[in-house]
């Protein structure tokens, strides 16, 4: 689905396909998020910064739903994978420690902030009002990625590893939800 106006050849970014993967990920950051809060509780000295960052993933999402709504976008159909998936991810990564949990977050974010800074360049001046949002959100994921390094991520048992292997799926995940 593309933005009104667009022909086949006309050079125009895909923005249903980018809302589609912007919605596919935020929606599974709130899962991992739910993940983490589910093994660490909310007394857990790391549970204020999670539950903080899930609001704003909470509202990075609502943006996105509203911005299907008003443009006839559907979901990914592997939204019911991503439900599981993510948060398997959150509560697996908790279940390892505070630490593992915060290496998560900095790797998640890692990508989507590539994959947010290729969507800018891939808008250029089409859709500003997309772009805006997008930038937005991206100044939130950063500042995740930031919090989660300060709170000891680099410190989880095996880093290097297990942050390659998040990236990974994470990469995997964005490119499955353009497409499917
Ligand atoms: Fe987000
Ligand atoms: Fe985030």
């Known amino acids: 689905m593309s933005?009104?106006?667009w022909r086949?050849?006309?050079?125009r970014a895909d923005t249903g396909s980018m809302i589609r993967v912007d919605q596919a990920g935020e929606y599974g950051a709130t899962r991992i998020y739910a993940g983490q809060l589910a093994v660490l509780g909310d007394r857990h000295p790391a549970s204020r910064a999670i539950a903080?960052?899930?609001a704003q993933e909470r509202r990075h999402l609502d943006a996105f739903d509203q911005l299907m709504a008003e443009r006839g976008i559907r979901p990914t159909l592997l939204q019911p994978v991503w439900n599981v998936a993510g948060h398997a991810l959150g509560a697996v990564t908790a279940l390892m420690g505070p630490d593992a949990a915060?290496?998560?977050t900095a790797a998640v974010e890692?990508?989507?902030d590539e994959h947010y800074s290729e969507q800018l360049r891939a808008l250029g001046e089409d859709d500003p009002d997309l772009a805006a949002t997008i930038a937005e959100f991206q100044a939130?994921?950063?500042e995740h990625r930031e919090?989660?390094?300060?709170?000891g991520a680099e410190n989880a048992l095996g880093y290097p590893v297990l942050s390659a292997f998040i990236r990974a799926g994470c990469r995997a995940a964005i490119a499955l939800s353009k497409r499917i």
């Open 3 to 5: 933005a009104p106006g």
């Open 8 to 11: 086949p050849g006309d050079a």
């Open 52 to 54: 903080r960052m899930a």
């Open 102 to 104: 915060m290496a998560c």
């Open 110 to 112: 890692t990508e989507i």
């Open 140 to 142: 939130e994921e950063i």
């Open 147 to 151: 919090t989660a390094i300060a709170a």
